[in-house]
């Protein structure tokens, strides 16, 4: 087989129900590596011009003895244990297209990595949907998901573009664990979405990590999933009704709801900060002036808040939130596209010595 270098960009996708705790061995699940959720979730794929992409080149070639990832400019270390469960998405897609050729694969992040906003979604969708097209692999989104999810949980929801469900599923092997679609980008033109960077930082406690550490430790933890499951259905009615103030109501107690149980995890994991907390605030009393829902906060593992309003109500959230000090940047974004297949102009991977092309993002 001919080297083909495919090369593809993802976006992040910000959770409105959010995932956090995986199923353990016996609790439906064969293996934990499957990444199987205790709650079935929502998102929205954000998209924001040239911010808040990943841009991804795969090749699989007979030539390279060993997988090569470079992100951002620098060499992985692929022994690290956390890369290498999240390649096991790779070594699925291998199995399924029957070969065992090396992959080179050039990634970047247009985005503050690992502050929380999620940059290894849009990475891990980018990298199995790239590595399924570069193994000519014809498998559908939803049959892809179950392989990404592998890679990283809520990455399986990056595969589509505007509303999507993360579907728990009932089955050990994970094979009804899947995403899918549930409106598209086009669906309610008029939300808009306020990503409030209150830290670039690093986060201090991986989501892999803590969750494991919720799962085992807190007692609100075992409300959780049916809480979950019940937002999900409220959230799906009101989207469907687009019903502004119930999905906005929906939005901000799930994830204070998520938050309460890394609270009462043990060592506690306290993701927000003050100027989090500012905004909750500021956000609080605006809705309460003027009696609805104007603006709906929510925070994954991570201080940054992400803010969803109506585009005719984004000039007052934002003089609000401008009274806060310490917000380093707002990135607006919209409720966007899944992946895209780039043309070869925009490879990433030199072709002839198998290196990353320099300079190019
Ligand atoms: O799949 P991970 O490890 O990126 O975990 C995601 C967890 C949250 O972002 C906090 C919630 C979610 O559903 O995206």
Not at 158 to 179: C, E, M, T, Y
């Amino acid at each position: 087989m001919e080297d083909k270098i495919v090369t593809v960009s993802t976006r992040p996708n910000l959770a409105l129900v959010k995932y956090w705790g995986k199923r353990r061995k016996g609790e439906e699940c064969e293996d934990p590596f499957l990444n199987l959720p205790q709650n079935s979730s929502l998102s929205i794929t954000l998209e924001s011009g040239k911010d808040l992409l990943t841009k991804t080149s795969v090749v699989f070639s007979g030539k390279l003895s060993k997988d090569e990832f470079y992100l951002d400019g620098k060499k992985q270390d692929l022994e690290d244990k956390e890369l290498q469960e999240r390649f096991l998405a790779i070594k699925k897609l291998r199995e399924l297209a029957g070969v065992n050729t090396k992959a080179l694969v050039v990634s970047y992040n247009t985005f503050p990595t690992a502050s929380g906003l999620a940059s290894s979604a849009s990475g891990l969708a980018a990298l199995t949907f790239a590595a399924s097209k570069a193994l000519g692999l014809d498998i559908g989104s939803e049959r892809l998901s179950e392989i990404t999810r592998i890679g990283s949980g809520s990455a399986c929801r990056s595969l589509f573009g505007g509303f999507v469900v993360w579907d728990r599923g009932r089955k050990p092997d994970g094979s009804d664990s899947i995403a899918w679609q549930l409106f598209n980008e086009d669906y309610w033109h008029e939300i808009t979405i306020l990503i409030c960077i209150t830290t670039p930082k690093k986060k201090k406690i991986s989501s892999r990590l803590g969750m494991k550490n919720t799962v085992e430790s807190s007692e609100f933890f075992k409300l959780r999933p049916k809480i979950a499951e019940a937002h999900l259905k409220q959230i799906t009615e009101a989207i469907k009704k687009k019903d502004f103030s119930a999905m906005g109501r929906i939005i901000m107690k799930d994830a204070m709801n998520m938050h309460s149980t890394m609270l009462d995890t043990m060592p506690p994991i306290i993701y927000l900060n003050d100027i989090s907390k500012e905004i909750i605030y500021a956000i609080e009393d605006l809705n309460e002036s003027e009696k609805r829902i104007v603006g709906a906060y929510t925070f994954d593992a991570g201080p940054n808040a992400c803010i969803i309003c109506m585009k005719s109500d984004k000039a007052k959230i934002l003089s609000k939130i401008n009274e806060i000090k310490g917000i380093e940047r707002i990135i607006e974004a919209k409720v966007g596209s899944g992946p895209k297949l780039l043309s070869e102009s925009e490879s990433l991977i030199d072709i002839k010595n198998l290196t990353p092309l320099q300079n190019k993002k």
